[in-house]
């Protein structure tokens, strides 16, 4: 790989600047307050300490401003590579210890990403459909592997939470965060890509549950 020709990927902040954290989340919260009504179920099911996964579903680029507010703890999201080289955005997000990933690969420097912040007793975020999804392509878009083989090789607990509809201004949008969960699965075990992709399916269920919506995926839609 040429040094010239691609941009080297700096390493996950685990611990980010406290001054510049407080002033982001109360910039995000003030936003929020002013432009959106939300309404948060079950606050408490957010573990106080320790590691763990978010899991949500994904609508809008509200949806991060939504889930991120509702949490007491700093969340280590997950987001697309294109935002780390796009002005402003990518002076900010790497200080706010995010997590690139290419969704059009395997990226083993986003997997090494995830497991020290895990590893670290800190949360992480992430949409494990990979996109936004309109209501009406629920069933067509399946789930990434990576939330149960990270949820599997840590043993964190994936905490579930869906958004009950869209973002509109000025009107009330509900957040359920459900019971927090572990997947039934061996951490010593070599799981084979439709073992991973089926126990993120079941992760996406009982995202969609907590909404009523049942997700039953096509069976012929490809994952990564």
């Known amino acids: ?89 990518s002076c900010i997000i790497p200080r706010m210890g995010a997590i690139p990933v290419d969704r059009d690969k395997v990226d083993l420097t986003a997997a090494r990403g995830i497991f020290s912040v895990l590893q670290a007793d800190r949360p992480v975020a992430m949409f494990p459909q990979g996109t936004r999804v309109k209501p009406q392509d629920i069933n067509q878009v399946m789930p990434k592997t990576g939330i149960a083989h990270f949820a599997i090789k840590t043993n964190a607990l994936i905490v579930p939470i869906a958004i009950d509809g869209h973002f509109s201004l000025f009107h009330k949008t509900r957040i359920v965060i459900g019971d927090p969960f572990r997947l039934d699965a061996d951490s010593r075990k070599k799981y084979s890509h439709q073992e991973l992709l089926d126990m993120s399916v079941e992760v996406m269920r009982k995202i969609y549950s907590l909404t009523s919506i049942e997700y039953s995926p096509v069976s012929n839609v490809t994952a990564e």
């Open 1 to 89: 790989m040429s040094a010239g020709n691609k941009k080297k990927t700096q390493p996950v902040r685990v611990d980010t600047n406290r001054l510049l954290r407080a002033f982001v989340k109360g910039l995000v919260w003030l936003y929020g307050r002013l432009f959106y009504r939300f309404q948060y179920i079950g606050l408490e099911n957010v573990p106080a300490e320790g590691a763990f996964i978010i899991a949500a579903n994904h609508t809008s680029i509200v949806d991060i401003i939504a889930i991120h507010t509702g949490s007491k703890r700093w969340l280590h999201w997950v987001a697309k590579k294109e935002l780390f080289h796009t002005p402003v955005i």
